[in-house]
């Protein structure tokens, strides 16, 4: 299982926009979960979103009314839309992927992490 993740990082002014897309890749017999966390200078890594191969769907509060994530079963992609981008959203941004993968059972994948860069 491989995932290419963080595509659409950068810097963004506060209240901007920034679109994140990530995929799966490998003999996937199915994906749980797909989503991505975050880590800021000093604070542990914290969910920012996930969605489950039926649909349901986690947003951490901080986020909640600005980000949405959406995805593309067919294509193993999920993508996160965040808007009105503030400051405290600045962090590495890491893909996951929870997914069962033939001759090699579960696997819990990260991607390298893209940088999310909110400032003036």
């Known amino acids: 299982l491989r995932s290419s993740c963080g595509v659409g990082g950068g810097l963004v002014q506060p209240g901007g926009s920034l679109r994140l897309s990530c995929t799966a890749s490998?003999?996937?017999?199915?994906?749980?979960?797909m989503g991505w966390y975050r880590q800021a200078p000093g604070k542990q890594r914290e969910l920012v979103a996930a969605?489950?191969?039926?649909?349901?769907?986690n947003y951490a509060d901080s986020v909640k009314g600005r980000f949405t994530i959406s995805r593309d079963n067919a294509k193993n992609t999920v993508y996160l839309q965040m808007n009105s981008l503030k400051p405290e959203d600045t962090a590495v941004y890491y893909c996951?992927?929870?997914?069962?993968?033939?001759?090699?059972?579960?696997?819990?994948?990260w991607g390298k992490g893209t940088q999310v860069t909110v400032s003036s």
């Open positions: 490998g003999s996937i017999f199915s994906i749980n979960a």
């Open positions: 969605v489950t191969s039926v649909g349901s769907r």
């Open positions: 996951n992927v929870k997914a069962l993968v033939l001759g090699s059972g579960s696997m819990d994948v």
